[in-house]
């Protein structure tokens, strides 16, 4: 990343730009803010309203449309199975779907900049708080430095698993990616080296770790529990990084502090995170207990055109449900709620799990309960827990298909309950980012796939395009990177 932008101008477009979700203060006066001109690195952290805006910065950051604002959905999706590509259009990542993504692909810089923008967003706040630790108090100094670590760590999590070699391939002792945890104003750090995928990973967790004991249990309403990191959501994003590493007892670690030990499976203490109505939660409860951690678009700033996943996806009917992917499943029941999430149009089916017209004003989930409970199955599996993980398994199927019963050999040995499990994290999970990094991590190839016009081919872990390249951009001007 080179760093060319001066601190006075960095903090002031984190405290100008439209916060990511509503403070604990007046939510119009939050969503209209008064003009706030020019404040430079010398006074930025004098107030706590400028504080917080830089906190709202960095989730601001994370919104951004080359990240979890669009492309990261858009780009992990199309390199997977589960969808055709109908347009061939670059900008709505045909390279992605075809496996020809290159060092100057767009995208690849894209994101790269998306995501290290935000890592040092996060190393500014918690740099300035700790050089000002009394101006918002010691409670709230250690909470928004918990959510800077939070948000660095969900940064991090993005770009590693796209960028490097899957952490199972060899215990991550492949090059990762440079770590970035200094406030950098110029570039004259630009030059370091990459570190390996298990010191990304072990930053990843010391980050959640350190969160989780400064995060708030909860805060004073449903928006914010949904938009601000609190301690349940640092909990379940481990659940995800261990579950990626092969750390199976401490995926069932983590789970066991937010998972009740019997169904109906709720967290019992923080925000009360359980499964709640499918349907509702993706078109009129967006902030339900069951989102734990979710993207919001508002009409002041959402993201629409090339790189929303709800205008690629569906309304602009560029990518339809793969027949021969998830969709064609025909142990995926017509009965299954979740089957009501597409449309039919020239014959195929398109997906509507993001189904609002312009603006796209749906908010795209980050982390849902449902995942961590597959998470814990899948973990449980893994380690001859498989009582529990069927519970957990049958928790997930039969709130969207309440008479569903697995067939036996689906869930009577290890090997068939964890491909039962993965095939359900396809059902569950689809459009929402994971099916490429489901494979990956299971060191799997990307299937070909075709239409009557457009070919994809497979792609095995031994080819170099199994993960994304280092973008030219960064090769140019980080002089250690390839050391």
């Known amino acids: 990343m080179k760093n060319t932008y001066k601190s006075k101008k960095i903090i002031a477009l984190a405290i100008a730009g439209l916060l990511f ?10 969503l209209n803010p008064a003009p706030i001109t020019a404040i430079s690195g010398v006074n930025a952290f004098d107030t706590p309203a400028r504080i917080l805006g830089l906190v709202n910065g960095i989730y601001k950051a994370v919104k951004s449309s080359n990240f979890y604002g669009g492309n990261y959905y858009i780009y992990q999706e199309a390199r997977g199975e589960e969808f055709i590509n ?34 040092n967003n996060a190393n500014i706040l918690i740099k300035g708080l700790n050089e000002n630790p009394k101006i918002v108090g010691e409670t709230l100094n250690k909470q928004y430095i918990a959510e800077a670590k939070f948000l660095r760590a969900l940064s991090y999590y993005a770009l590693v698993t796209f960028y490097a070699r899957p952490y199972n391939e060899n215990k991550g002792t492949s090059p990762g ?44 309403s449903a928006l914010l529990n949904t938009t601000r990191a609190h301690r349940n959501t640092a909990i379940a994003l481990k659940t995800r990084v261990y579950l990626n590493s092969g750390n199976y007892e401490k995926v069932i670690e983590e789970a066991k502090k937010i998972v009740s030990t019997a169904a109906p499976f709720a967290a019992t203490t923080g925000v009360n995170h359980k ?40 309304a602009n009917s560029e990518y339809n449900l793969n027949p021969t992917g998830i969709w064609g499943d025909t142990e995926w029941k017509s009965t299954d709620l979740r089957r009501t999430f597409a449309r039919t149009a020239s014959g195929v089916q398109f997906i509507t799990k993001y189904n609002k017209p312009s603006p796209f004003l ?28 069927v519970e ?26 964890v491909n039962t499990i993965l095939n359900e994290r ?28 457009l070919t994809a081919p497979e792609v095995k872990p031994s080819q170099d395009n199994y993960v994304l390249p280092l973008p030219n951009i960064e ?3 980080n002089k250690l990177l390839l050391k």
């Open 426 to 453: 396809r059902i569950e999970l689809i459009g929402e980012g994971f099916r490429s990094n489901d494979l990956v991590r299971n060191l799997l190839p990307f299937p070909a796939k075709a239409s009557s016009t």
């Open 21 to 30: 979700t509503a403070s604990s203060c007046d939510q119009e006066k939050t």
């Open 86 to 119: 109908r347009t061939s259009n670059t900008f709505t990542a045909f390279e992605a779907w075809n496996q020809t993504l290159n060092s100057g692909s767009n995208f690849v810089a894209g994101f790269w900049e998306a995501g290290y923008r935000t890592i």
């Open 362 to 389: 749906d908010y795209l989930p980050i982390i849902r309960y449902s995942e961590v409970l597959l998470n814990y199955a899948e973990a449980a599996a893994r380690t001859n827990d498989l009582t529990k993980s």
């Open 392 to 417: 957990l398994l049958k928790a997930v199927r039969n709130r969207s298909d309440v008479n569903y019963v697995f067939p036996v050999a689906a869930t009577s040995s290890q090997t068939s309950l």
């Open 275 to 314: 499964l709640q109505n499918i349907i509702e939660i993706f078109t009129t409860n967006y902030t339900s207990t069951e989102s734990i951690l979710s993207v919001p678009q508002t009409d002041l700033d959402n993201v629409t055109g090339q790189p929303s996943f709800p205008y690629v996806f569906n």
């Open 475 to 477: 090769i140019v001007t």
């Open 177 to 220: 990616l440079p770590l970035r945890l200094q406030a950098e104003v110029d570039n004259a750090n630009n030059d370091l080296k990459r570190s390996s995928v298990a010191e990304v990973y072990a930053q990843i967790i010391k980050d959640l770790n350190e969160a989780e004991a400064d995060l708030p249990l909860s805060y004073s």
